[in-house]
């Protein structure tokens, strides 16, 4: 049972190059979102998606653009990265809202932007 | 919007004692309180949760104590053991509904053998 798989693990780039976070849960959760960890600062909400097809914002959506591209997968986009991106991120997933449900992560996936 | 402090930021303890970590809250809407454990390069993962209908939860050396009144919950942990050594991140959310969960910026816990 893979749970949710995020891929690259790791990732470097340089200012302004693009790339795309890849997420996949086999769970068959209706809900998805993406969290930054940086430290001292706790993980902080990105995008989420509720169900397919639909996504809203989270606390820290600037940059960033996110797409459920079906029930199981949900990418994360940088379209010009800044080093302020530089940070861990998680995917994760979880039946219903996390108000009444557990978030299952993936093991994050390290971005360094120089 | 919610805000979560938790502290403290480290805490070292000897193998065998018991560990608390505390958070406090600022909504006063928040009904559903996780805590969340994260070992070395892997993702959180939730170890404990509490509901605002109930003040205290245990699961075998675990226990979180939830204050609605003042607004604070606290994770304890018991006969801590090298395993134990994480971050442990407390949340809070308004609950069913709610995709706003707010986590606090973490704890360290060091377990001494």
């Known amino acids: 049972n893979a749970g949710v798989t995020q891929t690259p693990k790791f990732q470097v780039l340089k200012t302004g190059q693009s790339m795309t976070l890849q997420c996949a849960q086999d769970?068959?959760?209706?809900?998805m979102y993406w969290y930054r960890q940086d430290p001292g600062m706790g993980l902080r909400l990105i995008y989420y998606s509720a169900s397919e097809g639909t996504t809203d914002k989270g606390e820290v959506p600037n940059g960033y653009n996110v797409s459920r591209l079906n029930k199981r997968e949900f990418s994360l986009r940088l379209e010009s990265a800044a080093p302020s991106q530089t940070s861990v991120y998680f995917c994760a997933s979880s039946v219903g809202g996390p108000g009444a449900n557990v978030l299952t992560f993936g093991a994050g996936s390290r971005l360094t932007v120089l | 919007g919610e805000n979560v402090e938790q502290h403290p930021s480290t805490l070292s303890v000897q193998e065998g004692d018991s560990a608390v970590i505390k958070c406090t809250y600022s909504d006063s809407a928040s009904n559903y309180f996780p805590w969340y454990k994260q070992e070395l390069g892997k993702g959180p993962q939730l170890i404990i949760d509490?509901?605002?209908?109930?003040g205290e939860k245990k699961d075998q050396r675990i226990a979180v104590t939830l204050n609605k009144t003042a607004k604070h919950f606290s994770l304890h942990i018991t006969e801590t053991q090298p395993e134990d050594s994480a971050v442990y991140f407390c949340?809070?959310?308004?609950?069913?509904?709610?995709?706003?969960?707010?986590f606090g910026k973490g704890t360290k816990l060091s377990v001494i053998p």
């Open positions: 949340a809070a959310s308004r609950g069913a509904g709610s995709y706003q969960l707010t």
């Open positions: 509490i509901r605002s209908n109930v």
């Open positions: 769970m068959n959760h209706n809900s």
